[in-house]
């Protein structure tokens, strides 16, 4: 089972005027510290844009009411980032909520507006598209959706890279154990470990996945990676994402 540190403040950055970042300490499995990250995206009119939802303290309210827009979109881009859909549903009820194939059964109280994987993307129009482009890995096993922040080149995702160790989401850097940080090593984009986690254990179609990942690489011209698990990539995304999905080209 997998935990958030309900006591740990969540630590809020701005990137750039457009994008923040919401970051607090994950355990997955209550064994291997990940970190969890929420981000948010301030659209060009203004409406803001909210992914990957991590637990709502008195901090991220506070940090989201500060970015001075109104809260339009409610993401879940993928199957396991969703725990605190609902609580950021009762907040602002009048925010679309967009998930993927599989979430509207895991919560019947939620009317969703959108679902990745199940909506037709070429007459689906969410309303975000002048500013954020997406695309939906349908053979990746968590159903990631990945978004891509046009002005700023940023790539925003869940599960389809990690780039440890987390320092950013944890007070004072994580001070991690050297098993963890053994570990921690081994889960970065240019690592043959990853490489093999986004060939074999994330993908249940080969085909499908090698057609998402070039359109992604050959579409996006990719500056910066913000991942949901481990620091945030600042400059050269494209070449991190290729490492990551090496053994697709």
Excluded at 44 to 56: E, K, Q, Y
Excluded at 83 to 92: A, F, G, N, T, V
Excluded at 154 to 165: G, R, S
Excluded at 177 to 199: D, I, Q, S
Aim: charged share 20%; aromatic share 10%.
């Amino acid at each position: 089972m997998s935990s958030t540190h309900q006591s740990v403040v969540t630590q809020i950055r701005k990137l750039d005027s457009a994008i923040s970042t919401f970051s607090r300490p994950f355990t997955r499995s209550g064994v291997l510290p990940i970190g969890i990250r929420m981000t948010s995206v301030k659209l060009a009119n203004n409406d803001i844009v909210l992914i990957s939802p991590t637990p709502l303290d008195q901090a991220t309210e506070d940090g989201i009411k500060s970015l001075g827009g109104t809260v339009k979109y409610l993401i879940c881009p993928n199957v396991v980032h969703h725990l605190s859909i609902e609580d950021y549903k009762r907040k602002w009820p009048d925010a679309k909520v967009i998930g993927v194939k599989g979430l509207p059964q895991k919560h019947k109280s939620i009317s969703f507006d959108g679902v990745m994987g199940v909506d037709d993307p070429k007459t689906t129009v969410y309303g975000f598209e002048n500013d954020l482009a997406y695309r939906h890995f349908g053979a990746s096993r968590n159903q990631d959706t990945a978004y891509f922040h046009k002005s700023t080149k940023t790539l925003i995702q869940a599960d389809l890279i990690f780039n440890m160790p987390p320092t950013e989401q944890y007070p004072g850097g994580g001070n991690f154990g050297f098993l963890t940080r053994v570990v921690h090593g081994f889960l970065k984009p240019e690592t043959a470990t990853h490489k093999f986690f986004t060939k074999y254990a994330m993908s249940s179609d080969s085909r499908q996945m090698t057609e998402d990942v070039k359109f992604v690489a050959d579409s996006w011209k990719i500056e910066r990676i913000v991942p949901a698990h481990g620091n945030i990539i600042e400059h050269g995304g494209d070449k991190a994402f290729r490492q990551a999905y090496a053994w697709y080209f």
